[in-house]
Each structure stands twice: as structure tokens, then as C-alpha cells.
């Protein structure tokens, strides 16, 4: 039986005058621009009520788009034995614990050995969803919880969710520098105008809300808790370099090692060590969509993470306040 995906949206303002398949490709970002130009063309997107068939046609602020097609398969990477973390799984959906290292979808430079070909393998239904059923993403070094669902109707009800804000993700992050408190962060993201693997505040860049909160101060660092309300790429990362406060580690924006004065050697080793930006998705809470039974996970920060605060702690320990 072949799965049938309904989707709606609403044009925003900043689309305003945009192409059809242009504001389609942002506003259903989970398939590709060719099957949503093939998708437009065979008649399957209606604006306001009318079916519209030519890609090229000029859309309004405020208009209605109606998304109705057979899904096929989407997914043509191959099966891939890979063991997953999985903390929980049911008919609908799965929620695992990524490890570091692990890139989430293939593409230049990783044609395989991603999470997508692991869940090929253990799900070999996903292969007709969007993604592979993968909701939101994590970057390669970045740890945690993610959610994937499992069937057509589990993803379209989680991805209006999320872009709804009605599912909850917290992360714990070690941040360099001394924050005084919490706040947020109302900031646009968007590709960075000279180093094209690299994204930055911008302001024509799409809107991004990060809320964090002191959890623990050191001499020189800030470990974090941080709720998005938005899931722009390197979202977090890029907020906090953006507050002058990058994340420990982080390759791209700027987290070098940036030890307090008399750190011991211990210190030292382990910050050196520490290649991947100091982040990990610790807590999922969302509403079950089949169910409608709120549920919640939590996973414990990575051991390279533990082995940081450790020394950050032991430090702050023997010398006190910077």
C-alpha cells in the first residue's frame, strides 16, 4: 500500500513574490526541490483552494499551500549493519542516543556509514519516508537524543510538531568564558557570506531563538543548559561564538583552548584532547502521536564530556575564582 503525505503551510512574509517551488522548498524542507518541482507539475499542490502547476508562479504573504502526493521511495542509500543506541522503540517511533562521529545523513565526503544507512537496516520501512523518518538532525560531533519515526503519519504529525515548538530538546554545553546568567538569544541564522561550510548570524538569515541558563561556572569556562525553540544548522554553536562565548572544541567557530593561568598538566591533556565542540542533546519531551501520551527521555553526558568537567571542577577546586 503506498503511504499518501499531506502537508500544509502558510507563506510568510519574507516569501512574499518568491517562485512556487522556491517557498516550497523552505517551507517543506524535509523532500528534495526535484520531487517537489515533479510534485507541483503533477498536479499535487493547490494555493488557496486551486491547484497550480506551474513552478514559476508568484506566491502572496498569507496564501495556503496544500501538499497531497504518494510517497515512494525517497531513500536510496543502501542498508548498513551499524549499532544504534536505541532508548526507546515502539511501532511508531524510536528515540537513540547519538554517539560522536556519527553523520546523520550521507552526503559529500560520507557516502555511507551514516545513521541513515543504520536505520535502513533496522527499519527497512523508513526507506519511503523523508529522510529515512529522521525528524531533526544532530551535527557529527554533537551527542544525544534524537527521535525517528517509523511510519508516514508518525512523521508528518512529529515534523508539524516540531515546527509548532511543541516538542521540547535541551542540551548541556561547556562554554569558554564566565557567564554571569542566563537569557536568550533572538538572533537569524544563515549561511556564512565567505566560508560556505560555515553558518553565522545574519540578518537575512532565517529566525533563531536559543534560551540557555547557567548550570555551573569555573575559572575560565560555563557548563550550559540550553532549550531550542528554532533547529537552524550549528544553531547553538553559532549563537554562542556569536555571544563571544564558543563552544570547548568546536573546530569551526572558534573554540580553542583557552586555559586559566597555573592550570595543572591533567588540565592541559584533556583539554588539548578534547576535538569535537562540548555539546549533547540531554533531554527529549514530546507528545506521543499515536498515543497522545506526553513522554520524556534524558541521556547522561558522554564520558569525554565527564572527563572535562572533572578537571574543570578539580581546578576551580584548588584556585578559586579567576
Excluded at 526541490?33 to 486551486?50: A, E, H, P, Y
Excluded at 523523508?130 to 517509523?150: C, F, N, Q, S, W
Aim: glycine content about 8%; hydrophobic content about 40%.
Amino acid at each position: 500500500m503506498t503511504d499518501i503525505i499531506q502537508q500544509q503551510a502558510i507563506v510568510p512574509e519574507h516569501l512574499l513574490g518568491s517562485r512556487l517551488d522556491s517557498a516550497l522548498a523552505e517551507l517543506f524542507p524535509d523532500f528534495s526541490r526535484s520531487r517537489l518541482k515533479n510534485w507541483i507539475l503533477d498536479g499535487k499542490v493547490s494555493v488557496n483552494g486551486i491547484v497550480v502547476v506551474k513552478p514559476r508562479e508568484k506566491v502572496l504573504s498569507g496564501q495556503q499551500i496544500d501538499l497531497q502526493a504518494e510517497l515512494e521511495a525517497e531513500v536510496f542509500s543502501e542498508p548498513q549493519d551499524i549499532e544504534l543506541n536505541i532508548v526507546y522503540e515502539d511501532d511508531d517511533l524510536l528515540v537513540l542516543n547519538k554517539p560522536a562521529g556519527l553523520v546523520v545523513h550521507p552526503g559529500a565526503g560520507t557516502p555511507d556509514g551514516t545513521l541513515l544507512n543504520a536505520l535502513l537496516h533496522h527499519c527497512p520501512q523508513v526507506e519511503q519516508l523523508p529522510r529515512a523518518g529522521i525528524v531533526h538532525r544532530l551535527d557529527k560531533e554533537t551527542t544525544g537524543l534524537m527521535v525517528v519515526a517509523k511510519n508516514i503519519a508518525t512523521y508528518t504529525a512529529l515534523v508539524a510538531a516540531l515546527q509548532a515548538r511543541e516538542i521540547t530538546r535541551e542540551y548541556e554545553a561547556i562554554a569558554i568564558g564566565v557567564m554571569t546568567a542566563g537569557g536568550t538569544i533572538n538572533a537569524p541564522i544563515g549561511r556564512h557570506p565567505t566560508k560556505r561550510t560555515h553558518m553565522a548570524v545574519h540578518p537575512n538569515g532565517k529566525p533563531a531563538t536559543t534560551h540557555y541558563r547557567v548550570a555551573e561556572r569555573f575559572r575560565a569556562h560555563t557548563r550550559l543548559r540550553l532549550r531550542l525553540e528554532s533547529g537552524r544548522t550549528h544553531q547553538i554553536r553559532v549563537h554562542m561564538a556569536h555571544l563571544s562565548y564558543p563552544l570547548v572544541g568546536d573546530p569551526q567557530y572558534g573554540g580553542r583552548p583557552r586555559p586559566p593561568k597555573q592550570a595543572s598538566a591533567e588540565f592541559m591533556d584533556v583539554m588539548r584532547g578534547f576535538h569535537r565542540q562540548a555539546l549533547h542533546a540531554t533531554r527529549l519531551a514530546l507528545v506521543h502521536p499515536g498515543t497522545g501520551e506526553m513522554m520524556e527521555w534524558t541521556a547522561p553526558l558522554p564520558e569525554d564530556m565527564q572527563a572535562l568537567l572533572r578537571v574543570l571542577r578539580a581546578d576551580f577546586k584548588e584556585h578559586g575564582e579567576a
